[in-house]
């Protein structure tokens, strides 16, 4: 069974409307699914760690979905290295931030991106330049850094991410 584990933003959580909308679309899917709960980690790179230990404590069989929102994003960009995960879903990624250990990302899956373009926490130029590396989806929308103005586009976006990737 392909699983999917999601990771929250430095403010949010498990449970937050993003996550638990694309959560439902994983599941209609036939996806197991997974959000992991760092609301007791404020370091990027220990929740890093704490998703590296809880997929190795899974073991899950088949393809691995990584999906992130802010800090998530950067946490499933930098576990990719060892997850090799079957594709990334990141929206907001807070990527190339000061003080985050991983600052170079070559992932080895299929990547999209939605960020918004009035992001005043994360620039959208952040994922631009990540994009522009590596060749993979951006989706830049009309919205803020908590992406809420699309949380009808993101399940929509997410689906069709989903069967691209078989």
Not at 67 to 90: H, I, N, R
């Amino acid at each position: 069974m392909k699983t999917i584990y999601f990771s929250h933003g430095k403010e949010s959580g498990p449970n937050g409307r993003k996550i638990q909308s694309l959560v439902a679309v994983g599941k209609q899917n036939g996806f197991e699914t997974h959000s992991i709960d760092y609301t007791h980690l404020d370091n990027p790179d220990a929740r890093v760690e704490h998703l590296l230990k809880t997929i190795e404590s899974d073991k899950p069989q088949g393809d691995i979905i990584l999906v992130g929102s802010s800090m998530g994003g950067y946490v499933s960009m930098a576990a990719s290295a060892q997850v090799k995960p079957a594709g990334m879903f990141l929206m907001a990624p807070a990527l190339y931030l000061q003080g985050f250990n991983v600052q170079e990302f070559h992932p080895a899956c299929p990547v999209e991106i939605v960020h918004g373009w009035n992001d005043d926490i994360i620039p959208f130029e952040h994922s631009l330049r990540f994009a522009e590396k590596q060749k993979c989806t951006l989706h830049l929308v009309d919205d803020d850094h908590r992406l809420s103005h699309s949380l009808e586009t993101l399940p929509k976006l997410f689906e069709l991410f989903l069967k691209q990737l078989g």
